[in-house]
């Protein structure tokens, strides 16, 4: 069993920055690949990008590359989502989700094992 727990949402005006965190623990995490996804309300859960345990490889989507970083922390077992240039429609739940490495799917909200519970992003004008 993995257990995933997200940190550092809350509110930012349009322009400013945020870092989200998620902490794991249960297993051996370089069996896993991690992803954040987000939820905004009346949407379906998307994904935004993702990063191997090793940090080698990471998949972002277009509207957020250039923008967001993800980054992992092997030592504390947490993997980081660091968000710069937020915009109004970066408002969502964003949850952490993690999945075997071993999989070649393509990466959506279908294809996690695990889920965090989710914290609140939002951006205001």
């Known amino acids: 069993q993995v257990q995933l727990v997200e940190s550092g949402g809350g509110l930012v005006q349009a322009g400013g920055s945020l870092r989200l965190s998620c902490a794991a623990s249960g297993r051996t995490f370089s069996n896993y690949d991690m992803g954040w996804f987000r939820q905004a309300p009346g949407k379906e859960r998307e994904f935004v990008t993702a990063?191997?345990?090793?940090?080698?490889?990471?998949y972002s989507v277009g509207s957020v590359k250039g923008r967001f970083t993800i980054s992992v922390d092997n030592a504390k077992n947490t993997v980081y989502l660091q968000m710069n240039s937020l915009k109004l429609e970066d408002t969502a739940v964003y949850y952490c989700?993690?999945?075997?490495?071993?999989?070649?799917?393509?990466?959506?909200?279908?294809?996690?094992?695990?889920w965090g519970q989710g914290t609140q992003v939002t951006v205001s004008s």
């Open positions: 989700g993690a999945r075997s490495a071993r999989s070649t799917a393509p990466w959506n909200s279908n294809t996690c094992d695990y």
């Open positions: 990063i191997s345990w090793s940090g080698l490889r990471t």
